[in-house]
């Protein structure tokens, strides 16, 4: 890390003629990026006095750049409001960015805050996200961005993190066969809920740890370099299903019919069936779940992030709650219990 910080200065103050006032830590990525705060005592990128920037480092090999410059640039012509670029250092692995802020949503959701403020963030999330979708949806744009297709490989693959972090290595069980089996079919159902919904632009860690609180224009979008092109439901669900703050079902559902008829507005939904919607929705939350459990357990057992573990929880309870609604997974409803029941046995 001191290399890295280094290198960082250096490529300020020798290529971009900054001289560095103040420098910080901003935050780490759950992957191998890290964030800097940084201010200027001379005029860099246009800034103004007391502007700071963001540097993100993203080690080249352990990070590729290149998807975050791609997508931000496209995401930038929607509208929505995003870091801007200031400058870059492909070789290194740098890159200069507008800072929005500090204020997550996340933090401004855990205060004290009414219900009248808190329908306006996520309205105003839902409508950036619509934004999105609806600026991102031509081919060409589609093309420009390089984004990979959310396939059945890649959903599979993403799903398979369950049995391979949390049930072998967390849990200490291994599935057997007649658990493969339930967990095939499964995976099969998922899949093709995904699969036939509408492809659209996917964020794809819409969540409130990457949402970032403006008066004027609200939200900030960070953390969007693993966008890919996938089903409709799957950022909404990373919205109002967040493993980092969980809200009673009636709110979740009256939010996602808001959303429902946004996308019936804008044509971006052609059918208004508001039981398939639903159904999609649930339905993605099961496998973007399942993912997440995976990943908060190689989080911790392969990256030494522990702080992850505090969130599996609550992502279990997501599962625990829609799978039971669900005739079609009540198997791997029993299996996800099992494995809960034989991790706390273990602990």
Request: proline letters at 4%.
């Amino acid at each position: 890390m001191p290399q890295r910080i280094e290198l960082i200065k250096h490529w300020l103050t020798k290529q971009l003629h900054a001289d560095i006032h103040d420098f910080k830590v901003a935050s780490n990525d759950a992957s191998f990026r890290r964030y800097f705060r940084v201010s200027f005592n001379n005029k860099v990128a246009e800034q103004i006095a007391g502007q700071t920037f963001i540097i993100m480092d993203a080690p080249p090999q352990k990070e590729a750049i290149t998807p975050f410059v791609t997508i931000a640039l496209s995401l930038e012509t929607t509208g929505v409001h995003v870091p801007h670029i200031h400058a870059v250092n492909q070789e290194l692995g740098f890159i200069l960015l507008s800072d929005l802020g500090q204020k997550d949503y996340l933090t401004l959701l855990n205060s004290d805050l009414d219900r009248e403020r808190i329908d306006k963030l996520y309205a105003d999330a839902m409508s950036a996200l619509v934004v999105m979708q609806l600026g991102l949806r031509t081919d060409s744009e589609q093309k420009k961005m390089a984004l990979f297709p959310y396939d059945a490989e890649r959903l599979q693959m993403e799903m398979q993190l369950l049995p391979d972090w949390y049930a072998k290595i967390h849990c200490q069980h291994p599935l057997n066969e007649a658990e493969q089996v339930i967990w095939q079919q499964a995976m099969s159902r998922l899949v093709e809920s995904a699969q036939e919904q509408p492809q659209v632009f996917v964020h794809r860690d819409y969540h409130s740890r990457n949402l970032m609180y403006y008066e004027a224009h609200n939200p900030g979008v960070i953390d969007f370099q693993d966008a890919v092109i996938g089903p409709i439901t799957y950022d909404v669900v990373s919205l109002l299903r967040d493993s980092y703050i969980s809200w009673p079902d009636d709110r979740v559902y009256d939010w996602l019919e808001q959303y429902r008829q946004m996308l019936l507005r804008e044509n971006l939904l052609t059918e208004d069936n508001k039981e398939q919607f639903v159904r999609w929705f649930d339905w993605m939350g099961i496998q973007r779940q399942l993912k997440v459990v995976g990943i908060f357990c190689r989080l911790n057992y392969r990256d030494g992030k522990a702080n992850y573990l505090n969130d599996i929880p609550q992502t279990l309870a997501y599962l625990f709650n829609v799978c039971a609604r669900y005739s079609e997974f009540s198997e791997l409803l029993d299996l996800l219990l099992r494995l809960d029941k034989t991790t706390k046995a273990i602990n």
